[in-house]
């Protein structure tokens, strides 16, 4: 059975940082056929893709890139989402998410088989 579980959220003054964690069981981070994403969803908002892995392959959305950074610990069966220079905008539920078995990522809630309960992210101004 798989089973994502995020931590890492929190309070954070705009300008500052956090890093969320989201371990994985029951799949294998680090296989070829194993995708990984990050999603949030903001309050009135739709969700919307943050960030994915896959094998060695990262994709971001616009709004993020160059603040976010995901990555992967393989020994742990971990994937982490570094995020810096935060905003108010950014202030949201952030949820993991798996998709398996495919070998192309995907910037789509629904593509994904798995999620986490979600951490949320609440950046002050």
């Known amino acids: 059975q798989v089973q994502l579980v995020e931590s890492g959220g929190g309070l954070v003054q705009a300008g500052g940082s956090l890093r969320l964690s989201c371990a994985a069981s029951g799949l294998t981070v680090g296989s070829y056929t194993v995708g990984l994403g990050w999603f949030r969803q903001a309050p009135g908002k739709e969700r919307e893709f943050v960030a994915g892995?896959?094998?060695?392959?990262?994709t971001y959305a616009d709004s993020v890139k160059g603040r976010f950074t995901i990555s992967r610990d393989n020994a742990k069966n971990t994937v982490y989402l570094q995020m810096s220079g935060l905003k108010p905008e950014d202030t949201a539920d952030y949820y993991c998410a798996a998709r398996t078995p495919y070998y192309t990522s995907s910037r789509l809630w629904d593509d994904y088989n798995y999620w986490g309960q979600g951490t949320q992210v609440t950046v002050s101004s």
């Open positions: 892995i896959q094998w060695s392959a990262t």
